[in-house]
């Protein structure tokens, strides 16, 4: 059973990047695809970004596209997701989940495991 832990997330302004993490506690971490979710209060929680296991597939939510990245460091049993051009409609508690098996990857009920979250709130 692998524990995800997410770090990085703060206040940031409008248009400001920033970078968060995802550490898995061991190194089976590089077995499992990673997504990345936010929920915002009052709203479902959705979907924001894939990374497969070995990084070679990514993909991403549409409002994102062209503004986030994913990336892998399986040596750091770490994943990240910088965030560029914020704007205050990315304030989310973000989460990163892992599944064992790619299935439906847009689907959080397709995670076995889940980190805490960070939160990220982008002021005007």
């Known amino acids: 059973q692998v524990q995800l832990v997410e770090s990085g997330g703060g206040l940031v302004q409008a248009g400001a990047s920033r970078r968060l993490s995802c550490a898995g506690s061991?190194?089976?971490?590089?077995?499992?695809?990673i997504g990345w979710f936010r929920q915002a209060p009052g709203k479902e929680r959705e979907f924001v970004a894939y990374?497969?296991?070995?990084?070679?597939?990514?993909d991403y939510a549409d409002f994102v596209k062209g503004r986030f990245t994913v990336s892998r460091d399986n040596a750091e049993n770490t994943v990240f997701l910088q965030m560029n051009s914020l704007k205050p409609e990315d304030t989310a508690m973000y989460y990163c989940?892992?599944?064992?098996?790619?299935?439906?990857?847009?689907?959080?009920?397709?995670?076995?495991?889940w980190g805490q979250g960070t939160q990220v709130t982008v002021s005007l």
């Open positions: 990374i497969n296991w070995g990084g070679a597939r990514t």
């Open positions: 989940a892992a599944q064992a098996r790619e299935s439906n990857y847009y689907a959080a009920r397709s995670y076995e495991y």
């Open positions: 061991d190194s089976t971490f590089s077995i499992y695809n």
